[in-house]
């Protein structure tokens, strides 16, 4: 079994600063991409930020560019998202999403967090 599990999420001011967290665990032999998404109260969820495996191209929405940053550290199966100059837009559920392979012979799979609630609100 694969989990991914996320933190950091808090309430947060207008024009503050989060750091959120995903960690991956269980049977894994290797992780491609690794991106947030989130969800907003009567709203789809939509792609934050992604980052590629081997070579860490980053893409992000536009409503968070040259605000919002993701990053990966391979050996500990970790994705970060480092959110500044938050807006009460930005508020909503959190979620990480990752493409691995639990073995060498296996397809790849997809798996979900829980996700993590960000608030943002004076």
């Known amino acids: 079994q694969v989990q991914v599990v996320e933190s950091g999420g808090g309430l947060v001011q207008p024009g503050g600063s989060l750091r959120l967290s995903c960690v991956v665990s269980?049977?894994?032999?290797?992780?491609?991409?690794m991106a947030w998404h989130r969800q907003a109260p009567g709203k789809q969820r939509e792609l934050v930020a992604s980052?590629?495996?081997?070579?860490?191209?980053?893409d992000y929405g536009d409503s968070v560019k040259g605000r919002f940053t993701i990053s990966r550290d391979n050996a500990k199966n970790t994705v970060y998202l480092q959110m500044n100059s938050l807006k009460p837009d930005d508020t909503g559920v959190h979620y990480c999403n990752v493409d691995l392979w639990r073995t060498d012979y296996d397809g790849m799979t997809n798996a979900w967090g829980q996700g993590t609630q960000v608030t943002v609100s004076s």
């Open positions: 980052i590629t495996g081997r070579e860490h191209v980053t």
């Open positions: 269980g049977t894994i032999f290797s992780i491609g991409t």
